[in-house]
């Protein structure tokens, strides 16, 4: 782990996602998408280190985190959950493969949009997502991360789909071949998936039978 930063607050984002803002090494550098490791910096946490990705802009003076709580996982999210301003992290040097490689859509489950964000923000900010489109899976309303953010950047190329609730205003149902042929006719553009491994996996077999050209699939690997 490189660098030590600090917590600098924290604040509700869902009822089970928290923003947290730390302070940024100098000269630290990343590209939107990136991930780092983390890791609380006390006895009891500093060996689980853990990726997460900023969700801040590149030239932003502090980084930002958007982290979702796992209650059922082995405690890390929570006890991040629970620290107060001023608390120590380790953090390592960015890492990852869901970098922007150009128009497309972007394809997320629950807390797998968290790679996408700085990438839709810094897009947003030189007014480059005309041609972009999202489709976003939650449960219900009440687990979406960042709605408003994304209308407002998105439009009605923001789809938000509920698995378990039939609100208007919302498409019902998971990201599954009906939903994306609903929402896209051109199979030769990027394709940026990412959530559980199960449903990167769904989403990636979808699209390969639709025609998507295996190439232009960003994913985790």
């Known amino acids: 782990m490189n660098h030590q930063v600090s917590l600098l607050m924290r604040e509700c984002v869902t009822h089970d996602v928290q923003r947290f803002i730390v302070t940024k090494p100098e000269r630290f550098a990343f590209e939107p998408g990136q991930a780092v490791e983390l890791a609380i910096d006390t006895p009891d946490w500093r060996d689980e280190a853990r990726p997460f990705t900023p969700t801040s802009l590149r030239h932003d003076e502090v980084l930002e985190f958007t982290i979702k709580r796992y209650a059922e996982h082995d405690g890390v999210t929570e006890a991040l959950h629970e620290l ?24 997320a489950g629950g807390a797998g949009l968290t790679p996408m964000i700085a990438i839709l923000r810094d897009l947003g900010r030189h007014g480059d997502l005309a041609a972009h489109t999202l ?3 939650n449960k219900t309303p009440a687990d979406i991360m960042l709605e408003h953010e994304l209308r407002h950047l998105l439009g009605d190329r923001c789809i938000l789909t509920c698995t378990q609730s039939d609100d208007p205003g919302y498409d019902r149902g998971r990201i599954d071949k009906r939903l994306i042929e609903a929402h896209v006719t051109d199979y030769n553009q990027h394709f940026y998936v990412c959530g559980p491994p199960g449903f990167t996996e769904g989403v990636n077999e979808v699209l390969a039978g639709l025609g998507a050209d295996s190439e232009r699939l960003v994913f985790e690997h």
């Open 135 to 137: 489709l976003f899976s």
């Open 84 to 107: 107060e301003p001023g608390a120590r992290l380790w953090m390592s040097d960015p890492f990852g493969a869901i970098g922007y490689r150009g128009p497309g859509v972007f394809i």
